[in-house]
């Protein structure tokens, strides 16, 4: 890595301990983990190296885990099996929207699971069908069908879109337009779907009937268009594609384009939904309405869901029998969704990941002028950015080198350091988390400088 001349570093804030951001575990959690130990016939929890060792002995291998073991977290704070304690703006990849163990959130779960956790879809269920108003409601759209994930949500998004061409007589109306660098799930038809040959590579032959362009070529998708397209697949932000947003003018083409060909608009808002980039919806900033939308992630605040939301005008896509989730819509997965949803509104989240995520973008572009050898710039919506390192820098390297400084992100594309904090994170934690990715960038460049 070549060394430069930067510019002399801005004022900033005082360091701050992990300990002095966040409270210590609640004396009612640690007699709950004294009880648990005593109970007869508890096993006593191994070390954290058993724990290691354990985890490449019996878990599949189709991670890269690093060698943290996580056992409990507060807020925008996780503690190891260590008791090392970590600014968390990785949220379990903009998951965690109310951070971890929001006591909303955790009474509603331990509420909910005393009364009724699972009863399947042969009968409705009070709380999803509660779930399901309050999320078309805030919405605007009509009808919901509800799912484990993100990538089983987007295959529904998939299968509705065929079968409502199928079911007006047009059987061959099924292709699909979607986006290089794009990111759909891992299921074998949302990888297809996905726009990285990297993710396909092994699965067989690929799924008919998907085009992929350039992600932000509204010309190239004019081309591409036809009388077999049935539906767009677009995320307002790709977020695992190194953090992308698009313009308001592409998505608003995108719409124009499916109107004028009689195709369906399908947005996947699974990384930007429930407030992340500072609006309920990340398409919600281009003023553009799907047809239908996916949601999943940030749902729950946690814990397992996905959902798939449409206009009535497609309700009856997909009639009994033609898709089914055994798990998707349970009480205790609804319960949980409700809860986020309210304190979201309750609590203005969305609104403060708007004005958190401006301080955030505002900071990181700071970093990144710091550091004009290491790093290209920022670039984002609300809570949901990224760092764009410059080509030649290691990103998984300077990852571990910015969680031995005690904060967790996550890398998207191949060299974007990508920020998704909880949507409670504080300021003080936004300052104090950019201080230490500085930190590690600045020690990065020293080994580089020390290997010659």
Known sequence: ???????????????????????????ALAEADDTAASAPGFAPTPDSDELLAIAKERLLGNYR??????????????EDSRGERYLDFAAGVAVNALGHAHPRLVRTIADQAAKLMHVSNYFYNEENVLLAKELCEKTGFDRAFFCNSGGEANEAMLKLARRHFYERGQKDKYRFIAFDNSFHGR??????????????????????????VPFGDIERVREVMGPDVCGIFV???QGEGGVLPASTEFLRGLRALADEHGALLLVDEIQTGMGR???????DHAGVRADVITLAKGLAGGFPIGAMLVREELAGALPPGTHGSTFGGNPLASAAARAVLSVLYEDELI???????????????ELAARHPDMCEGERGLGLLRGIILKPGIDARQALGRVRDKGVLLTIAG???????????????????????????LASLRLESISAG
């Open 235 to 237: 995320e307002p932000v």
């Open 187 to 212: 299921t074998l038809a949302t990888v297809n779907l996905t726009g990285n040959p990297s993710y396909k590579e092994g699965f067989g032959p690929q799924l008919e009937g998907i085009t992929h």
């Open 414 to 440: 191949s060299r974007v350091l990508r920020f998704t904090p909880p949507l409670v994170v504080t300021e003080v934690e936004i300052d104090e988390a950019v201080r230490r990715v500085d930190e590690a």
């Open 351 to 365: 609104d403060g990941a708007a004005k958190k995520g401006e301080l955030l973008g505002a900071r990181l572009a």
């Open 1 to 27: 890595m070549p060394s430069s001349n930067r510019p002399s570093p801005a004022p900033q804030p005082q360091p701050q301990p992990i300990e002095a951001l966040v409270s210590a575990p609640s004396a």
């Open 277 to 283: 980039t500072g609006r309920l919806l990340g398409s």
């Open 65 to 78: 885990p690093a060698p943290v073991v996580f056992v409990r977290g507060r807020g925008s704070v996780l």
